[in-house]
């Protein structure tokens, strides 16, 4: 009988998580980590902007690949105002446990903008607990009300929903 109460109660802890997974719409959760230079970096101080949260790895393949459209899309995007929010710019989650490795995969790959962070974890990084990331890359684009816009953009799909986002100018003649 206390088997099955376990069972039954491993189950219902189960099903709860699973039901507190990330989606559009919601808050995005608060993320602080350190930089490279040991700088703690907040989520929340980029409020206001259009923000694509990368989680990646200098050892991860299809994250490196990711990278070229990551720096078109930042490159079209930076000064561009959106409906909610002025400017685009990435916050990028590195899930290396070494600083060496991890410092010389965003020079290699001239990932320019500023916001690179990780608590050196690994798969154990703390904000990819809280936005269940489960598989790299994965990403979450944030509104400037810090809402969550979109998930795992890849390839050219960033660049479309961040054109689909802008404001519309109208010109009357």
Same mark, same amino acid.
């Given at each position: 009988m206390k088997y099955y109460i376990l069972l039954l109660f491993v189950f219902l802890l189960a099903k709860n998580t699973n039901s507190q997974t990330l989606?559009?719409?919601?808050?995005?959760?608060?993320?602080?980590?350190?930089?490279?230079?040991?700088?703690?970096?907040?989520?929340?101080?980029?409020?206001?902007?259009?923000?694509?949260?990368?989680?990646?790895?200098?050892?991860?393949?299809?994250?490196?690949?990711?990278?070229?459209?990551?720096?078109?899309?930042?490159?079209?995007?930076?000064?561009?105002?959106?409906?909610?929010? %002025?400017?685009?710019?990435?916050?990028?989650?590195?899930?290396?446990?070494?600083?060496?490795?991890?410092?010389?995969?965003?020079?290699?790959?001239?990932?320019?903008?500023? %916001?690179?962070?990780?608590?050196? %974890?690994?798969?154990r990084n703390a904000a990819a607990r809280i936005y269940k990331v489960k598989k790299l890359p994965s990403n979450y684009l944030i509104d400037g009300e810090g809402r969550i816009v979109a998930i795992n953009l890849r390839g050219y799909n960033l660049e479309k929903k961040l054109r689909s986002l802008r404001k519309r100018k109208w010109f009357f003649f």
């Open positions: 989606k559009i719409g919601d808050k995005a959760p608060e993320i602080v980590q350190k930089s490279l230079n040991g700088k703690n970096i907040s989520l929340s101080e980029l409020k206001g902007k259009m923000v694509l949260i990368d989680f990646w790895a200098s050892w991860c393949k299809p994250c490196r690949k990711e990278s070229k459209y990551l720096l078109d899309a930042y490159g079209k995007y930076k000064n561009t105002d959106f409906r909610n929010g %002025n400017g685009f710019t990435v916050y990028s989650v590195s899930f290396d446990r070494s600083v060496k490795s991890w410092q010389r995969a965003v020079e290699k790959d001239s990932l320019i903008w500023e %916001n690179h962070v990780s608590d050196l %974890n690994g798969w």
